[in-house]
Nanobody, 124 residues
Framework: QVQLVESGGGLVQAGGSLRLSCAAS????????MGWFRQGPGKERESVAA????????YYVDSVKGRFTIFRDHAKNMGYLQMNSLKPEDTGVYFC?????????????????WGQGTQVTVSS
């Protein structure tokens, strides 16, 4: 059983940056692919980014391409989402998730473990 804890959210002005972290424990995180999802106010949850087990394959939703970077540190059992040039529409609760397969995927149904989320608020 893998436990995931997100951190790094907060309030930032448009154009600013945040780095979200996802700490994994209780399982073999290093054998899982992972993803970041978000849910904005009044919106459905959407995939933001995903990374394969090896880190060689990534996925980004079009709205964050060129601004966000997903990466991971197997030695530390950590995952990260670097968010630059933030926009008010990036506001939401951000969740990290892992799945017991190696391939990156934007499909939430494929993920087995989820964190509780961290709030990101971008002011205009």
């Amino acid at each position: 059983q893998v436990q995931l804890v997100e951190s790094g959210g907060g309030l930032v002005q448009a154009g600013g940056s945040l780095r979200l972290s996802c700490a994994a424990s209780g399982g073999t995180f290093s054998t899982y692919a992972m993803g970041w999802f978000r849910q904005g106010p009044g919106k459905e949850r959407e995939s933001v980014a995903a990374i394969s087990l090896s880190g060689s394959s990534t996925y980004y939703v079009d709205s964050v391409k060129g601004r966000f970077t997903i990466f991971r540190d197997h030695a530390k059992n950590m995952g990260y989402l670097q968010m630059n040039s933030l926009k008010p529409e990036d506001t939401g609760v951000y969740f990290c998730a892992t799945k017991r397969r190696w391939a990156a995927s934007p499909r939430a149904s494929e993920y087995d473990y989820w964190g509780q989320g961290t709030q990101v608020t971008v002011s205009s």
